[in-house]
Nanobody, 118 residues
């Protein structure tokens, strides 16, 4: 069983930046795709960014040009760097893992709050 633990987040001013990290742990696992989704109050969960073992990435339209996802395969961690943060980026961010870039994975972290406000 793979477990995902997020870190980072918190309160950020508009125009600021943040870095989220997610560490995967478990026995004898290999996770092909790791990534981030987010859910704001009253909205559906949406894709932020995903990356596979080979470094291929996909991004959600709302963060294009402002988000960079990276991965350390040796440490089983994935990070999300976001810049030019906006109030509409306020959400709970969830780490996600699964076998394919084409569909959301079935393993989720607990989620971490990001609030963009002055």
């Amino acid at each position: 069983q793979v477990q995902l633990v997020e870190s980072g987040g918190g309160l950020v001013q508009p125009g600021g930046s943040l870095r989220l990290s997610c560490a995967a742990s478990g026995d004898g696992f290999t996770v092909d795709v790791m990534g981030w989704y987010r859910q704001a109050p009253g909205h559906q969960r949406e894709k932020v960014a995903r990356i596979n073992l080979g470094g291929i990435t996909v991004y959600g339209e709302s963060v294009l040009g402002r988000a960079t996802i990276s991965r350390d395969n040796a440490k089983d961690t994935v990070s999300l760097q976001m810049t030019d943060l906006r109030p509409e980026d306020t959400a709970v961010y969830y780490c996600n893992a699964g076998p394919s870039l084409l569909r959301v994975g079935n393993i989720w972290g607990q989620g971490i709050q990001v609030t963009v406000s002055s």
